[in-house]
């Protein structure tokens, strides 16, 4: 959900209508410095060898002992407030490494094809990417992460490694006494949702004027790299989702929570006069705060976060949407939002989505667009055009509504991803599709591509993958070996 032309993270638009993507000014000295510094030194790795990257031998027997449980786990249906992904794995990354992104321990280089991410203790549940680093859950409930953390992102510290290692670069435990059920990351910020219904999170917030901080009752703007627990009396959630610089949280009776910056109406509960200065009003920011619905007894049971905007499906399954919508990337069109800065800042129902055959179960969102999977398997998608993020070919104009994408009509899509320019799907047979502005980070070649593409490599061959998520300029996924 980053800007894929620039080396660095993606700075926030001071209009509701930014240009076509330009490289983008870096957050914080130390990410400046290696950017700049890095290009150079990038090469390009080809496919490896299996042998050169397998586990080891431990993972392979719990393969085999959990192989059956895994496949009957797949064909019960998740529940609303669980994880949508309930299946372990191993990790492999793709793609440019400036600050190890790709945990292999080193950074300046790409991967044009998955690799296997090693060093981490226990298969893993779920992951998630932030702009320049990476977070995932262990089936024991561990967090681990790895990339970029010059603004605590990590949730641990990095400076001062042992001669000869980068901390950054390789995945190591996040200090976490809870059992994690679910993580999400932004920008420059991680949270995570423990099994008892508590929500921590680290890092930074982060403005059109820069850092805002994570602690409503402190001066410092400096990054959080310890979580920290998030203090709602008597509440318990169920659910969380981050943006680029903004959190959503659930409660267990439905009610949508939100913190974070709130320039472009992503906060869904502050007038248009209270978007700026945030650095004068971290109360009204950072402390949570109940999204302001039209109907006030609307409840809840799933959200997720754009870059700049907001996503809440009701009890009833109406979806409902705010935040930036210069694109119409909220599925609602330009002509239904009354206005005239192209902002949505309280939530409005999706008609368009009433449409669908199935429940909305997936939202996500990238640079002006959005795709959403539903219940069927089907995959929508609308919003800004170029360079075949859309995945609909190449076509000439941005679409106001969601528009079924055809490659993939039959293909029963489990998950769905998207990096700032480009898409991505997972099918029911563990196959990857990837789609959008070129680059390493799609899997595929050196163009642009425009429909939804089938990535191939020795590893995939003999593995099937279970989910996918993007970063900046990369992607992660996890995937389980083909039974023999």
Not at 15 to 22: F, S, W
Not at 99 to 116: D, Q
Not at 336 to 354: A, E, R
């Amino acid at each position: 959900m980053y800007n894929l032309r620039s080396k660095s993270r993606n700075a926030k638009p001071k209009n509701a209508n930014p240009p076509k993507p330009q490289p983008a000014k870096p957050k914080g000295k130390a990410t400046r410095d290696r950017v700049r510094d890095k290009p150079k030194q990038i090469t390009e790795d080809h496919d490896v060898d299996l042998d050169e990257t397998l586990p080891i031998e431990e993972f392979m027997e719990n393969y085999k002992r959990k192989a059956e449980q895994d496949s009957e786990s797949k064909t019960k249906k998740a529940k609303i407030e669980e994880t949508p992904v309930v299946t372990s794995g191993l990790v492999m990354t793709f793609g440019d490494d400036f600050c190890g992104e790709l945990g292999l321990k080193k950074t300046g280089f790409s991967k044009k094809r998955p690799v296997l991410v090693e060093g981490i203790k226990q298969k893993v549940t779920q992951i998630v990417c932030g702009g320049m680093h990476n977070v995932c859950i262990t089936t024991n409930g561990e967090i681990y992460s790895w990339g970029c953390n010059d603004e605590g992102a990590l949730g641990r510290k990095t400076d001062n490694p042992p001669k000869g290692r980068n901390l950054e670069a390789e995945p190591n435990k996040v200090p976490f006494l809870s059992k994690a059920k679910k993580v999400t990351a932004g920008d420059s910020h991680s949270a995570a949702l423990t099994s008892h219904g508590e929500i921590y999170i680290w890092g930074n917030f982060k403005d059109s004027t820069g850092n805002i901080g994570i602690k409503p009752d402190s001066d410092s703007l400096d990054g959080q790299f310890q979580p920290l627990r998030i203090e709602l009396p008597d509440t318990n959630f169920v659910d969380l989702a981050s943006g680029i610089d903004h959190i959503l949280l659930l409660t267990d009776t439905g009610v949508v929570y939100s913190i974070g910056s709130g320039e472009q109406g992503q906060l869904g509960r502050l007038e248009k006069n209270e978007w700026k200065e945030i650095k004068n009003k971290r109360d009204i920011y950072l402390k949570p705060a109940i999204v302001k619905f039209d109907d006030e007894s609307i409840r809840c049971d799933q959200i997720w976060a754009g870059q700049y905007s907001s996503f809440a499906r009701a009890k009833n399954g109406d979806i409902y949407a705010w935040g930036l919508n210069n694109y119409s990337q909220l599925g609602i069109p330009q002509t239904n939002t009354h206005q005239d800065d192209l902002v949505v800042p309280f939530p409005i129902q999706i008609s368009s989505l009433s449409k669908l055959n199935g429940q909305v179960e997936q939202i996500c969102q990238g640079q002006h667009f959005m795709l959403v999977r539903d219940s069927t398997g089907k995959v929508y998608s609308c919003g800004r055009h170029e360079y075949g993020r859309l995945g609909h070919g190449e076509i000439d104009n941005s679409l106001e509504e969601p528009k079924l994408i055809e490659k993939l009509d039959t293909e029963n899509i489990k998950c769905i991803a998207t990096g700032s320019i480009n898409s991505f799907a997972v099918n029911e047979k563990g196959h990857l599709y990837s789609w959008g502005m070129s680059g390493t980070s799609l899997g595929l070649g050196d163009d642009d591509v425009w429909e939804p593409t089938l990535v191939e490599s020795k590893n995939l061959s003999t593995h099937h993958v279970i989910s996918v998520s993007a970063g900046s300029q990369h992607t992660v996924i996890i995937v389980t070996p083909k039974s023999d």
